[in-house]
């Protein structure tokens, strides 16, 4: 590609408005879709990222609604409307808010269609941001997906892509089961797809993505790390090392398939998520591929995860805490050795 | 507070009667069921506060829903949930209205409009009102019941609830029943202000304290939440007085009830007052109640044998139920 064509491709979509078109087309499609959270319909500015601008005046009061600062309300209000046939999609601003409404998301949403042996299920959405980058320190940016892909009978899905953020949140709303969906606040604004998707596309649950192909070292990744790792690879490229980068979408039920057979071609795996390394998701990702893999590897498994401290405020101390491009490509060249 | 609206005439009070002298049965063999070791299971006794979901059961209809919590067996059976289904689920059977899954504390039968039974204090609030949602949204006058007891009212769950209900103006029943124990607790030491009606006025609904042991009381109370909610005019918090004869869970040791106040309760049982009043006052005959009783004993008689020669469920149900996808093997 010359420079002059690469200037024309220039991407303009971000995942932001991906996410805002996945919300308009799925509650014009349906009129079972219904929205509620803190500050989303449009008197309250359609909520803080203004993803939800506009949802109030298109589809009127009743199903767009905003509320209360209640997370318990919140998440209780949508699994209640769930079980009378509706497709609530919440917000929980901030997913350290989720913290508030724990119980009705690990106790209830989850739960309450194996402890009703079936007879009632929650197809619930919780739309949830958080990621470090604005300095909001220790309670406003924790990566808590660990809890929730601990907990049987609830899906985690990210997305790293606008094409990706449209289709896993459609999938999200069609799926018959509660699905918390994660979105990365400081990539929200990036420009990273030539145009939005169409109404019809969709990304299966349960599926990872393979977003660059290689040979020597695979990288599994989600979130904003995944953008990171994508970095990195291309200046591993540079180096001669030939990265593959999965990214894995759904974290729980995540992709064994596509992870194990990355894994059994390279023989070399690094695993990264912004969330503390300790007990965190890589962790089990890491122990799978050792039970499956063990005799194939060439190199342990290798993680690289948030600082096991709180997220800190002060610029150094924030970018110190999570992997970044740089961190990555050590790792990479490490395992590669 | 009780209006004068809703008079309960002698045809309410007898079905008021039956409901209540089924739920006082089942809650008698279910003790003695455990103490047979026949079944072995965790059970919070309700008996001495039947009045109040005999009373809500003859006023609901079957699309009104239900969200109720541990001690709801009472509210449940009130409301029509089947003999069989729910003794197999006692029991853990295949054939229980959870296929053994959920068991005494989540107790689940949505064709009676039972959506939800939780084990956690306070949490039936919150998801009563996603239902009473469901019902604006529909354009329909089906209400939302939530149950839960005086120790619910000081978890936060509650007052969430509560708030977003008046501000949704959802039709929303806040039912307390007030048995003046939260689990080991008295309410007057542990509750603030001595009356779980009053807080509703902080939420802008009406709150109503009732003698929940009096059916005609708690029929008039009850209707007129009923109405209100069935006219679009919003929540109401009920405030129930009862009280449990027993501890709080089936074989605790119950010395924390102060012996006469225990004793002076169970003389003043509402169940055998209600029965006394109709013989007095000519709306049945002793004969006609006793055959009426005698039925729910086989009636209770059949659910049990039916669960106990049901098969156990299999461990590869453990697969099933978590998602509407089956978990691979």
Avoid at chain 2, 10 to 21: G, N
Avoid at chain 2, 122 to 141: E, M, R, V, Y
Avoid at chain 2, 304 to 316: G, I, R, V
Wanted: net charge negative; proline share 5%.
């Amino acid at each position: 590609m010359t420079a002059a064509a690469a200037k024309v491709a220039k991407p303009t979509v971000t995942i932001l408005a991906a996410i805002s078109k996945a919300y308009h087309d799925a509650m014009a499609e349906d009129p079972k879709v219904i929205t509620l959270g803190e500050d989303l319909a449009d008197p309250e500015g359609g909520g803080i990222a203004k993803i939800t601008k506009g949802l109030s005046t298109a589809f009127g009061d009743d199903r767009v609604r905003s509320t209360p600062i209640s997370e318990q309300a919140i998440m209780g209000a949508a699994i209640g409307a769930s079980l009378a046939g509706y497709k609530p999609v919440a917000e929980i601003m901030l997913m350290n808010f989720t913290t508030v409404a724990m119980d009705m998301i690990t106790n209830h949403a989850a739960k309450l269609r194996f402890m009703s042996g079936g007879q009632t299920s929650v197809p619930i959405v919780i739309r949830t941001m958080t990621g470090l980058g604005f300095g909001s320190g220790g309670q406003h940016c924790d990566y808590l997906e660990a809890w929730f892909a601990h907990t049987a009978g609830i899906k985690v899905v990210t997305a790293s892509t606008p094409e990706d953020a449209y289709g896993l949140l459609r999938s999200a709303i069609d799926d018959p089961d509660p699905v918390l969906f994660i979105e990365n606040l400081p990539t929200y604004f990036a420009p990273l797809a030539m145009e939005l998707p169409d109404s019809s596309h969709r990304v299966p649950l349960g599926k990872a993505a393979v977003q660059v192909e290689g040979s020597d070292v695979t990288i599994v990744t989600y979130g904003r790390m995944a953008l990171e790792s994508r970095q990195a690879a291309a200046k591993a490229a540079e180096q001669g090392v030939s990265v593959e980068v999965i990214d894995l979408r759904t974290i729980a039920p995540w992709d064994k398939d596509t992870v194990l057979a990355s894994a059994a071609k390279t023989g070399r795996v690094l695993i990264v998520h912004e969330a503390v390394k300790q007990h965190g998701v890589g962790a089990e990702i890491a122990s799978v591929i050792n039970e499956e893999l063990f005799g194939q590897l060439k190199r342990p498994v290798k993680r690289l995860g948030g600082t096991y401290c709180p997220v800190p405020y002060s610029k150094p101390l924030e970018s110190a805490f999570a992997p970044n491009a740089e961190g990555i490509l050590a790792a990479i060249v490490d395992l590669a050795r | 507070m009780a209006s004068a609206q809703f008079v309960a005439d002698s045809e309410v009070l007898l079905d008021v009667y039956r409901r209540a002298a089924l739920l006082k049965a089942n809650d008698e063999r279910a003790r003695k069921v455990i103490l047979s070791g026949q079944i072995a299971m965790v059970y919070y006794s309700y008996r001495g506060q039947e009045i109040i979901p005999s009373v809500m059961g003859h006023v609901l209809r079957d699309d009104d829903t239900l969200c109720t919590i541990y001690r709801g067996i009472h509210d449940m059976l009130g409301k029509g949930f089947p003999l069989r289904e729910l003794w197999a689920e006692l029991a853990g059977r295949t054939t229980g209205s959870c296929k053994g899954k959920g068991g005494p504390m989540h107790l689940t039968y949505p064709a009676k409009g039972i959506m939800v039974t939780t084990g956690i204090v306070g949490s039936s609030a919150p998801i009563a009102n996603g239902l009473a949602w469901a019902t604006q949204l529909d354009k329909a006058d089906r209400v939302s019941v939530c149950t839960f007891g005086d120790g619910a009212s000081n978890i936060g769950a509650v007052h969430e609830a509560m708030n977003l209900a008046s501000v949704w103006k959802l039709p929303t029943i806040f039912v307390c029943q007030n048995n003046l124990f939260a689990e080991h607790t008295t309410f007057e030491k542990m509750t603030g202000g001595g009356d779980i009606s009053k807080r509703a006025e902080g939420y802008g609904m009406p709150g109503v304290r009732v003698d929940g042991n009096d059916p005609a009381a708690m029929y008039s109370a009850f209707s007129e939440a009923v109405a209100r909610a069935r006219a679009g005019e919003g929540p109401t918090l009920l405030e129930c007085m009862t009280f449990r004869f027993f501890g709080h869970n089936f074989g605790d040791d119950d010395s924390y009830i102060p012996p006469a106040q225990k004793a002076a309760a169970m003389a003043a049982d509402p169940v055998p007052q209600l029965r006394a009043r109709l013989i007095a006052d000519r709306i049945a005959t002793e004969e006609e109640l006793a055959a009426m009783e005698a039925d729910i004993e086989a009636q209770i008689d059949d659910a049990l044998a039916f669960a106990l020669a049901s098969p156990w469920p299999e461990p590869d149900a453990l697969r099933f139920d978590v998602f509407e996808q089956e978990i691979a093997a």
